[in-house]
């Protein structure tokens, strides 16, 4: 739609109404989708739109369709093109959208004031120079527009093809990782048995390796095992294994000299048995990256009644939990009202989220790494916000942090290819609601802000 | 005998394990250590070079949070105390770029891509110990078990 007149041109509009535009013998009423110029055909008149509002359509290819350019609201001229470039000829089809009154000169009409303002086509001239700078601003908007389309049209298509790869993928891998979890499991049961029966002594060290905890780390393997290699005089390696399986020297002592010099097979057991272990960790691992791949791709858009968020937020940290291990994450759920929303749609938003804030937390070294999510229903928005105690987001990087392929991650593994904020951020406004970072050193906060009114299904 | 080294480095404890795994064989003539992280790594090194031991061989992942296995095993290379000690990069992601600065600037000495074959890095360790063990005129005779015999061969004939 053309923007107001300026005052001048205003003027300059009201003083040619008032010279040409007055005669009542020159006056037209359009009713409601009346064609008041057919595209193509002659046209000798200048109109003045007095009310209403008129549509210009334009037809590229003939019997093809019409494409809607803009509307004119008063006073707008209509013609101007075919009047002073004496063409003659209507260069769009243009048809009244509201009633109309328009008037209008023909070629005929007696120029006014001459004396004053000069011949009719200098005292119109501001009038075509408005038109023209306004036209080209339209073009230039319709070239912004066809340019961001064409960029989302891109990014839908290589989420598209990213989602078909990642799902294609992912049923080849679950199939193998079916076949590796499953066999392990049974030879895991089968060696279980078989040592109960055969070899009681090994079993209670097989078996301690696959119930073993977490475990120590390397570091803390290396520091404990020398403690044990001086209390018991062993070698280094040895001193590791034992450091792996006991808290203290004393419990060794305490099994006899028998055990020391068995050391090395019953240290064997148990690292089987730890193996045994490793193997499932290493297979839900893998089948949590699989199910972040996926939702990543994911086409499962369809929006039902009766999806919590705090649901949503849980599934992310479960989809999560094997990528944090080192993180502090802290979660206050507070009471939210049931939505019509796609789950896995916000399953991936959290995970996108979490992600980003997970790995500012690893980029710097930091003492006590923390992610803290809280969620509230506050003055008709479901408000969720994930901060972290990171180093922050750069001044200067805020701009871009949306944009796709925008990623601050060098070298690392990146599933989000750079495209994880501006994917959120998209499913965050297809639900009308708004995502907003405020970030300074030591403190990143994105929250979401989700209207309810809009989200309940109720329209 | 002196007590010679091999350093293993892997975020994934459970992947850290497995690589540990396959070079059991060689646990009773090297040492062998874990670490799980390349500045655990690095403190490592420098407590083990006080202690006036051998370091022969660091096999290292890419992909880890802070510092990277290049990044790793080129500082290595740079460091005067550690310049022959044998590197592998064993990893399961890395872009061309990573792995061009591997070769030009960390020199690494074997390239392993997971998922890996427990033999093979075995083999290549055992080639790459006997190359450190022959230039650094330790004593091989002791170790013969777990050495290459091929490459022995070849470089003390």
């Known amino acids: ?459 | 005998m002196e007590t010679i080294n091999i350093i293993c480095v892997d975020d994934q404890r459970e992947v850290l394990s497995a690589v540990v795994r396959d070079l059991a064989p060689l646990a009773d003539y090297f040492n062998i250590e874990e670490c799980e992280s390349a500045a655990e790594c690095e403190e490592l090194m420098d407590e083990l070079d006080a202690d006036g031991e051998h370091i022969a061989l660091v096999i290292s992942d890419h992909v880890m949070p802070l510092k990277t296995g290049v990044q790793l095993l080129t500082e290595i290379a740079d460091d005067s105390r550690f310049k022959e000690v044998k590197k592998i990069l064993l990893t399961g992601l890395a872009t061309h770029a990573d792995t061009i600065k591997a070769v030009n600037q960390a020199h690494i000495d074997h390239y392993l891509e997971k998922a890996w074959d427990g033999q093979e890095l075995l083999q290549i360790s055992k080639q790459l110990l006997t190359e450190y063990i022959v230039s650094q005129g330790l004593d091989y005779e002791s170790r013969l078990a777990v050495l290459d015999a091929p490459t022995l061969y070849k470089l003390i004939q």
């Open chain 1, 1 to 459: 739609m053309f923007s107001d007149p300026s005052p001048e041109i205003a003027a300059t509009i009201s003083r040619l109404q008032r010279c040409y535009f007055n005669q009542p013998e020159r006056q037209l009423w359009l009713k409601q989708g009346e064609v008041l110029l057919e595209q193509g055909q002659v046209n000798e008149k200048l109109f003045l739109l007095l009310s209403g509002q008129l549509t210009a359509y334009y037809q590229v290819e003939p019997n093809g369709e019409f494409f809607e350019l803009n509307h004119f609201n008063p006073p707008s001229f209509t013609g101007v093109h075919s009047y002073f470039s004496g063409s003659y000829c209507a260069r769009f089809r243009v048809v009244a959208s509201e009633d109309c009154v328009l008037a209008y000169i023909d070629t005929q009409v007696e120029v006014k004031q001459e004396a004053e303002f000069g011949p009719l086509a200098q005292q119109f001239m501001p009038v075509i120079v408005n038109e023209l700078s306004q036209r080209q601003i339209l073009a230039m908007h319709a070239q912004v527009e066809h340019n961001l389309a064409q960029q989302r049209a891109m990014q839908a298509e290589k989420m598209s093809t990213i989602g078909q790869l990642a799902s294609g993928l992912s049923h080849e891998l679950n199939n193998a990782l079916g076949a590796i979890s499953g066999k392990s499991a049974y030879f895991e049961r089968f060696m279980d048995q078989h040592f109960e029966q055969y070899f009681p002594t090994q079993h209670h060290y097989f078996r301690a390796g696959l119930d073993s905890k977490q475990g120590l780390d390397s570091k803390l393997v290396r520091s404990r095992g020398k403690i044990f290699e001086q209390a018991l005089g062993v070698e280094r390696d040895q001193g590791k294994a034992l450091a792996r399986i006991f808290a203290h020297p004393d419990e060794v002592t305490a099994l006899g000299k028998g055990f020391l010099k068995r050391l090395d097979e019953y240290a064997d057991y148990w690292q089987l048995g730890r193996d045994f272990k490793e193997l499932k960790q290493a297979v839900n691992h893998a089948t949590g990256i699989i199910k972040s791949v996926r939702l990543l791709g994911a086409d499962d858009t369809e929006r039902k009644y009766g999806v919590d968020i705090n649901d949503t937020i849980n599934c992310a940290l479960d989809l999560m939990s094997s990528h944090c291990r080192s993180v502090d994450i802290r979660i206050q759920a507070g009471q939210l009202p049931l939505l019509c929303a796609s789950h896995a749609e916000w399953v991936q938003v959290w995970v996108n989220l979490i992600k980003n804030a997970y790995e500012a937390l690893l980029s710097q070294p930091n003492p006590a790494p923390l992610i803290r999510i809280k969620t509230q229903l506050s003055g008709g928005f479901v408000q969720v916000s994930i901060e972290d105690n990171g180093p922050g987001i750069a001044p200067n990087l805020m701009q871009s942090i949306f944009q796709p392929d925008m990623t601050t991650k060098k070298g690392g593994l990146s599933f989000g290819l750079g495209l994880g904020l501006s994917i959120s951020q998209r499913i965050i406004s297809s639900y009308q609601g708004e995502l907003k970072v405020v970030s300074q050193p030591g403190l990143t906060c994105f929250s979401v802000f989700l209207p309810i009114e809009v989200n309940n299904g109720n329209n």
